[in-house]
């Protein structure tokens, strides 16, 4: 049987009893904030899940041991410190063991770096100055001397 959960619609308490009965084989889940609730209940173990890659432009790594897909239109800009970068997201944060040049290899093209350690997600920006960033959320990014020329 085949279980199609769409975000606007759902009742998580009513669609975590029909999965853990084992009724649905396989969960397709529109929306990736349904898919970790889902998740983080165990209510998809020994079900085929698939999700809308494609839609949702989706990105995956490790975060705190668990993994993680999100979509990549959610990520506000990414900040690397030492070896930790940081994935800064309209939700949350989610620290990843990971460099910067690898994660930027398979971001969208609305990814742009603008420092060495930061790269801003231009659907976020509200404006710039010389040297800064500054995003919808109100918070600002520097922008290095190498990068410039990008904006």
Do not use: W
Not at 12 to 35: C, L, Q, S, W
Not at 52 to 79: A, C, M, R, T
Not at 105 to 114: A, H, N, Q, T, Y
């Amino acid at each position: 049987m085949f279980l199609s959960i769409l975000s606007h619609d759902i009742d998580f308490e009513d669609t975590v009893v029909i999965i853990r009965n084992g009724i649905p084989k396989t969960v397709y889940v529109d929306d990736f904030a349904t898919y970790d609730a889902l998740r983080n209940l165990n209510a998809l173990d020994g079900a085929e899940v698939y999700k809308n890659k494609v839609e949702n432009n989706i990105i995956d790594f490790l975060s705190n041991g668990h993994k993680v897909f999100i979509s990549q239109s959610e990520i506000v800009y990414l900040e690397r410190n030492d070896r930790l970068l940081n994935i800064h997201t309209l939700r949350r944060d989610y620290p990843c063991y990971s460099s910067l040049r690898k994660v930027e290899e398979r971001l969208m093209e609305s990814f742009v770096r603008c420092h060495g350690g930061y790269i801003v997600n231009l659907m976020y920006v509200a404006g710039m100055e010389p040297g800064e960033v500054h995003l919808k959320d109100g918070s600002s990014i520097p922008i290095g001397k190498r990068f410039c020329n990008d904006f």
